[in-house]
């Protein structure tokens, strides 16, 4: 080893508060070293909050975004960098399963009401019920990023670009989840009334 190879320090000691020091400098190599470092731990957190891989992906892709823009916000004072970092990855996660939650709940609300015949009152509360019930089985079967983007495009009103923009995810991505998500309703639906 030559002396100007040092050896990666072990995640969670000073090293990452210094690499996170370069970063809130704008240092690109101590980002990528930080990842490299950090990635799999950060992951993992995400998975076990949203148990989907391909969302804790795009979580765990938000949360060093959130670090490349904050990290002159991590004080060494307050935890280590491994604790700042998870703690970030863990709120991003649990942020991103009570706005489905929260966007479902809407949905479910929206999609029924705006919906109900105008006739006979008390048939119209039955169906409406039933069909409330449909409504929330098939959207259970539906992704919560998927659930997430169809309400921000539909019943929010957001163009998919807007959506794509709220989400902090690539344009095609949302398309994508939007025309998955309606085709799994439709089936879903579909079934349901067979």
Known sequence: MSSQTRPAPAPGTDGLAELLARIAGGDRAAFAELYDQTSHRVYGMVLRVLRDPGYSEETTQEVYLQVWRSADA??????????????????RAVDRVRSETAATRRDLGFATDEHMPDFDVVTATAETRESRAEVRGCLESLTEVQRESIGLAYYRGLTYREVAEHLSVALPTVKSRIRDGLSRLRNCLGDSHA
């Open 74 to 91: 991590y004080d060494p004072r307050r935890g280590s960098g491994l604790s700042w970092l998870i703690t970030l990855a863990h709120r």
